[in-house]
């Protein structure tokens, strides 16, 4: 343990998050451990296959693994026109603050709506992420 100034635990906090402070000024840093998110997936008015849920769990956890994804909720289902092969998939991201949401059709094809949709909340999660440090940083973007 080592007693450091204001700054210096500031940038620790940032660094590590997960820091325990004591009443004398020290600080003890603790190993955060890589937490899975929890998957849901739903499907309405079909059955899906364990292929395509294995699917949709595999690009789930490509997401970046430092968001504190919590849990991911995937709902899929065919489009309520019987003569347009829609298929859709939306997937709601619960993590800290407000939740995140991506909803993405395809012609006829599960698979293309669910990396839709992963790439999106993909590109959501960057620029959150992009905000939080350049809130830190003192700037913003308008």
Request: aromatic share 6%; net charge neutral; proline share 2%.
């Amino acid at each position: 343990m080592y007693a450091l100034n204001e700054t210096m635990r500031t940038l620790l906090k940032i660094l590590c998050r997960t820091v325990c402070m004591h009443n004398c000024g020290t600080i003890m840093v603790l190993k955060r451990e890589k937490q899975n998110m929890d998957i849901i997936i739903q499907s309405l008015g079909f059955k899906a296959g364990d292929e395509l849920e294995g699917y949709v769990k595999e690009k789930l956890n490509k997401l970046t693994p430092n968001e504190n994804i919590v849990r991911a909720n995937v709902t899929m289902y065919v489009g309520a026109d019987k003569n347009l092969p829609d298929t859709w998939c939306e997937i709601r991201l619960e993590v800290p603050g407000n939740d995140l949401f991506a909803k993405e059709s395809a012609k006829d094809d599960f698979e293309q709506a669910a990396d839709s949709a992963v790439n999106k909340l993909q590109s959501m999660l960057r620029k959150a992420k992009e905000k939080q440090i350049d809130q830190w940083h003192g700037r913003t973007n308008s």
